[in-house]
C-alpha cells in the first residue's frame, strides 16, 4: 500500500554573493514538479525586511508557510523592539523555526542575503533543519553542486573553511559579481533540467533594493 | 577428443550476480545509475513518405550528459529508427539490426522493407522480456510504400499514421492530435514533426536542445541533422573566464613520495614486440 507522500520537490536554484557593501541574490524563476513545468514565473525570492531578502528552493508548499511564518514573526519582534528586523537577527530566527519542525522539517534550502548592521554584505546560509553559517556566498538547490565549485574558484573570498574564520566578502566590484552570477546560471541551466526560464537578480545596497530580470534557455 | 570444451554461451542475460547485487543494495552501496535519453521522437506519414523527429537531450536523472546527441539511427539507406529510454539498449539494437539487415540485403540481392527491420526488433525485444530498454520508431519507404512503427521495450509494436514516444510523448501527441490530416506535403509534414518536438523539447524536461529531422521518401533520404537550433545560450561573460591554480585556497598539502615503494629495476629486458 503507498503511503502519502509529504514532501515534493519544486526544484530550482538559488545564489546569493556578499560584497564589501553590497549584496547580490538571485534565483531562477522555474516551478516545476516531476518532468513537468508548473511555472515559467514564479519567484523564489521573499523580501523578509528592510535589507534583509530569504530566497529558497526545495517544497514551495513548505517555503510559502515558512515566509508567512517569519513575516509574523518580524512584524511581532517590531511591535515589540520598536524597529525592524536586522539581517543577523533575521538569520537566528530563521534557525530557531527550522529547527521548531526538527521532526518534520520544512523542506526548504534557504539561502538568507542582505546587509548587517554595519552595513556590509551578508550571507546565510541553511540547511533544512536550521543548522546555519555566515559565509561570503553559498548556492542552495538542485544547480548548487554545478555552481558552487566555480564561485568557489572565482570570487576570491577567503575559504570559509580556513581558520582562523576571515571576513568572507568578495573584494569583487558589484557589476562583477552580478556579471558572473549571470553567467554561472547560464551555466548551470544547460546541465541542469529544473534550473531555466528566467533569473530574478536582487541586489541590495546602501541606496535600497533594485531587482533585474534576464531571459534564460526554457528547454 | 576428450580435454574439456566450453560450450558457447546459449545467449540471454546471465543473472547470476543479481542476489550479489541485491544484498549490496540492502547493505547500503549505491548501483551506477544508467543513461536515459529522456526524450521526445515522433514519427509522420505523408504523401510521399515518412517524417521522423528526435529531440538531442541526453539526462543522467536530473542532469544532462550529452546537449547534442543523436536519436535518429541509421537502419537502411531507406530506413532510420528513432530511440528513447536507456541510450546503449537503443544503441546496440539499432545497431544489431541494421547489422543484419546489412547481410539480409546482401543474401537476397534487394532493398531491406521496413516490416523486416520491425520483426528483427521485436524478437530481440521480446527475447530479453523488457530488460532491453528500447522504446522505438520506425519509419522507411520501400518497395511496398511507406511505413510507420512504434516498438514498445516488452516487444509489441503497432502500425500508426503518425506516432510519438518518450517523456515528451504527450506534449507532442497533442500537436499531432490537433494538426496531423493524411496527405501532408513535405513542407507541412517537416513543419508539423518540427513543432511537435518542439513541443516535448519546451514542455518536458526530459527532452530539450535541438530538433533533428529525417525525411524519407521512395528513393531518397535526407538527414537533417540539427534542422533547428531553438535553444542558444542566453548569456556569457563577455570577459571570459580563467582557472588558474591558486584561485581555489588550497587548505592543505601532503605529498606521500612513492619512490621508495615502487621497485624500479635500471636497464631491464626490453618488452617483447
Known amino acids: 500500500m503507498a503511503r502519502f507522500d509529504p514532501y515534493e520537490n519544486n526544484g530550482g536554484t538559488c545564489v546569493a554573493v556578499a560584497g564589501a557593501d553590497y549584496c547580490v541574490v538571485a534565483a531562477d524563476t522555474r516551478l516545476s514538479v516531476g518532468y513537468s513545468i508548473l511555472s515559467r514565473d514564479h519567484s523564489k525570492i521573499a523580501q523578509l525586511a528592510d535589507k534583509c531578502v530569504l530566497a529558497s528552493s526545495g517544497f514551495q508548499g513548505d517555503i510559502k508557510a515558512l515566509q508567512k511564518a517569519l513575516a509574523a514573526k518580524e512584524l511581532v519582534y517590531e511591535h515589540n523592539n520598536n524597529k525592524k528586523m536586522s539581517c543577523p537577527a533575521m538569520a537566528q530566527l530563521l534557525s530557531n523555526t527550522l529547527y521548531y519542525k526538527r521532526f518534520f522539517p520544512y523542506y526548504a534550502f534557504n539561502v538568507l542575503a542582505g546587509l548587517d548592521t554595519q552595513g556590509k554584505g551578508c550571507v546565510f546560509t541553511y540547511d533544512a533543519v536550521g543548522s546555519y553559517e555566515r559565509t561570503g556566498y553559498s548556492a542552495q538547490g538542485t544547480g548548487s553542486a554545478l555552481m558552487m565549485p566555480v564561485l568557489d574558484n572565482q570570487l576570491k573570498s577567503p575559504s570559509p573553511l580556513l581558520l582562523p574564520a576571515r571576513d568572507a566578502v568578495t573584494p569583487l566590484s558589484e557589476s562583477d559579481a552580478v556579471d558572473l552570477v549571470k553567467d554561472v546560471f547560464a551555466s548551470a541551466t544547460e546541465r541542469d533540467i529544473y534550473t531555466g526560464d528566467r533569473l530574478e537578480i536582487v541586489v541590495i545596497n546602501s541606496s535600497g533594493t533594485c531587482r533585474e530580470c534576464i531571459e534564460l534557455r526554457k528547454d | ?273
Request: with cysteine; net charge neutral; hydrophobic share 35%.
Open chain 2, 1 to 273: 577428443m576428450t580435454g574439456s570444451m566450453d560450450l558457447p554461451a546459449k545467449g540471454g542475460f546471465n543473472f547470476d550476480l543479481c542476489r550479489r547485487n541485491n544484498m549490496l543494495e540492502k547493505n547500503g552501496l549505491k548501483l551506477p545509475g544508467f543513461l536515459k535519453t529522456g526524450t521526445t521522437i515522433v514519427g509522420l506519414v505523408f504523401q510521399d513518405g515518412v517524417v521522423l523527429g528526435a529531440d538531442t537531450r541526453a539526462t543522467e536523472g536530473p542532469i544532462v550528459a550529452d546537449k547534442n546527441c543523436e536519436k535518429i539511427h541509421f537502419m537502411a539507406p531507406n530506413i532510420y529508427c528513432c530511440g528513447a529510454g536507456t541510450a546503449a539498449d537503443t544503441e546496440a539494437v539499432t545497431d544489431m539490426v541494421s547489422s543484419q539487415l546489412q547481410l539480409h540485403r546482401y543474401a537476397t540481392g534487394r532493398e531491406s522493407r521496413v516490416i523486416t527491420a520491425l520483426t528483427l526488433l521485436k524478437s530481440h525485444l521480446f527475447r530479453y522480456q523488457g530488460h532491453v530498454s528500447a522504446a522505438l520508431v520506425l519509419g522507411g519507404v520501400d518497395c511496398t510504400g511507406p511505413h510507420l512503427h512504434t516498438v514498445y521495450p516488452h516487444g509489441s509494436t503497432d502500425t500508426l499514421p503518425f506516432a510519438t514516444m518518450g517523456s515528451g510523448s504527450l506534449a507532442a501527441m497533442s500537436v499531432f492530435e490537433s494538426r496531423f490530416k493524411e496527405g501532408l506535403t513535405r513542407e507541412e509534414g517537416i513543419e508539423l514533426v518540427s513543432d511537435a518536438i518542439r513541443a516535448g523539447i519546451f514542455n518536458d524536461l526530459g527532452s530539450g536542445s535541438n530538433v533533428d529531422v529525417c525525411v524519407i521518401t521512395k528513393g531518397k533520404t535526407e538527414y537533417l541533422r540539427n534542422h533547428q537550433l531553438p535553444n542558444p545560450r542566453t548569456y556569457a561573460s563577455s570577459k571570459g573566464f580563467s582557472f588558474t591554480k591558486g584561485q581555489t585556497e588550497v587548505l592543505s598539502t601532503k605529498i606521500i613520495p612513492l619512490k621508495q615503494k615502487v621497485e624500479v629495476a635500471e636497464g631491464g629486458d626490453a618488452m617483447e614486440e
